[in-house]
């Protein structure tokens, strides 16, 4: 017996893989191409570079682009995920045949081309890794009837003399198109090829630049415009019902700058993973929302975890370990570094050098501190009040002891040295805060500070709908004098609690000097700026 299938299948927030259109909520992947510029450079004949962050949509856009080009008729297009040749590393026979192999596939499967198949292993059977690819697309080209446009996803992705090899049996096909090689290859990764780091089997070094240069341009595929997010959200009403409060949609931008996974992540966390949600006439709200960011953070789904691997680089660390503490201006770094962990989606660098978007700034140091945060044992009693407020003072007047005692040990324990004391208070409050409350924070390059602003609701009935206590403590490293650092430190603080309408307000200044004993560093001040009572503190 069969089942009858009048009603059109559910789509979804997809999180995993390419979208599929009819099965996911998505937006038009060629739209996001810039479609015409794309169109010229392949008519032009030009070989190119698009690079994105992992899981911004890089391999939906270029399926689009192949059913685009293959439908219109002038063209044979190709996509194939090259990514598997990574595994043999360095061994360029093992890593072509895989190339070839995977591009075999691809034929049979998206063009139902068996043809490519056979001309692998007669090409294979003779002649040398190193001209094999190339003599494999002569042939392929010179019987296709139409000029070819390949598209390889993952390039980067392959490691040392596998890689050189492909980007110079591209470089020596190049002049033969598009009689005999393809008209136009577009290499696609994270990063752009100039920034390909290639050690070769004798451990020399070369980039991605000088074994592909006939690259004409570098496309970088963007996030979502703040109106496309909205209109994915959007698809998911008009196919349900459901609907979110409007207010959803402010914090998704802040939390998200429009990255695809995200976005998508929240969206499925919103109407799938919270089960009461599924219930389609049950309206999603801001705590709905708020609840979800949270499970997602602690989640340490995929997307989250690869992310927060990147830190142990050296070229990330260069970055985000200033941009932690806030200390160093942007101009003090190499550029080619921040272009990196930009390429890697970690950071924006206009109109200031920042981390990405709020789920990066809340992750990032989560991540870096969890050991701490584990090992911390805090019950909540001692610093909530009948009232059920935060008492702050108490708060950090525990934390001072904390660091004194502890500060040393823990640092040892961290990759991010630099930034320990900040991330060691962040790490402090959000073992105290978690389930209560939550921590938001701002890091800028040059700021010479790092902002956290606590929000805690105070009838828990109600959670952040209802009465909200809301906390300003700035973090400062000591540089000059401490009247010095001090005047500029209350200047700031003022700010931010006036930005954010805090109800209270505290700076807290770091003394790293080795000479200068516990007893001189530990301290507390009432003080004042522009008619605001701010509380100082020493560690």
């Known amino acids: 017996m069969g089942f009858c299938r009048d009603f059109p299948p559910m789509r979804y927030f997809n999180t995993a893989g390419p979208s599929v259109p009819g099965q996911h909520y998505m937006i038009d992947p060629l739209q996001r191409l810039d479609l015409p510029d794309v169109e010229a450079l392949i008519d032009q004949q030009r070989y190119f570079v698009l690079h994105a962050p992992r899981q911004t949509g890089k391999t939906s856009c270029l399926l689009a682009l192949m059913q685009h080009l293959n439908a219109q008729g002038r063209y044979i297009a190709l996509y194939a995920n090259i990514e598997a040749a990574q595994a043999v590393r360095g061994d360029v026979g093992q890593g072509v045949e895989t190339i070839l192999e995977y591009i075999s596939q691809a034929a049979q499967v998206y063009l139902e081309d068996e043809r490519l198949?056979?001309?692998?292993?007669?090409?294979?059977?003779?002649?040398?890794a190193s001209g094999?690819?190339?003599?494999?697309?002569?042939?392929?080209a010179r019987f296709a009837g139409k000029p070819i446009v390949l598209m390889l996803d993952e390039v980067d992705a392959l490691v040392g003399d596998t890689l050189i090899s492909l980007l110079r049996q591209l470089r020596a096909g190049y002049a033969q198109r598009p009689a005999a090689f393809p008209q136009s290859v577009i290499l696609c990764g994270v990063r752009d090829v100039r920034d390909y780091r290639i050690h070769t089997g004798n451990q020399e070094i070369i980039t991605g630049g000088s074994a592909f240069n006939i690259k004409a341009e570098s496309l970088r595929l963007g996030n979502f415009s703040r109106a496309e997010a909205v209109e994915l959200f959007r698809q998911h009403t008009a196919d349900t019902g459901q609907t979110f409060a409007p207010e959803i949609f402010d914090e998704l931008w802040q939390d998200t700058q429009g990255q695809p996974w995200l976005v998508n992540a929240m969206g499925y966390e919103l109407t799938w993973k919270d089960k009461s949600a599924r219930d389609r006439g049950v309206p999603i709200?801001?705590?709905?929302?708020?609840?979800?960011?949270?499970?997602?953070?602690?989640?340490?789904?995929?997307h989250l975890d690869q992310l927060t691997d990147k830190l142990k680089e050296d070229r990330v660390h260069r970055v985000m370990a200033p941009l932690l503490r806030g200390e160093e201006d942007s101009r003090e770094f190499r550029d080619d570094d921040l272009q990196y962990v930009e390429d890697l989606g970690l950071i924006r660098r206009k109109p200031e050098v920042v981390i990405a978007n709020r789920i990066y700034r809340e992750t990032i140091p989560r991540e870096l501190t969890s050991p701490i945060q584990d090992g911390l044992h805090q019950p909540t009693a001692w610093y909530v009040t009948l009232e059920h407020r935060l008492d702050v003072v108490k708060l950090l007047t525990a934390f001072q002891q904390f660091f004194r005692e502890h500060v040393d040990a823990w640092l040892e324990r961290f990759?991010?040295?630099e930034a320990g004391p900040q991330l060691l208070l962040q790490a402090f409050l959000q073992r105290v805060v978690n389930g209560g409350g939550r921590v938001n924070r701002e890091y800028g390059l040059g700021r010479r500070r790092t902002d956290l602003f606590l929000e805690w609701p105070l009838d828990e009935t109600q959670g952040y709908h209802g009465p909200v206590q809301r906390v300003v403590i700035e973090l400062k490293l000591l540089h000059k004098s401490l009247e010095q650092t001090l005047a500029q430190g209350l200047e700031q603080t003022a700010d931010y609690a006036d930005r954010c309408g805090a109800d209270e307000a505290h700076l807290l200044i770091f003394d790293r000097r080795p000479e200068v004993s516990w007893e001189e560093k530990i301290w507390r001040r009432e003080a004042s700026h522009g008619g605001r009572n701010i509380v100082a503190w020493g560690a």
Do not use: C, F, G, M
Not at 132 to 139: N, P, V
Not at 285 to 300: D, F, G, P, Q, V
């Open 117 to 128: 198949h056979a001309w692998q292993r007669e090409v294979l059977a003779t002649s040398p």
């Open 132 to 140: 094999a690819l190339s003599t494999y697309l002569q042939r392929w």
């Open 285 to 302: 709200t801001l705590e709905h929302y708020n609840a979800a960011r949270e499970r997602l953070i602690y989640s340490r789904a995929t």
């Open 415 to 417: 990759d991010y040295k």
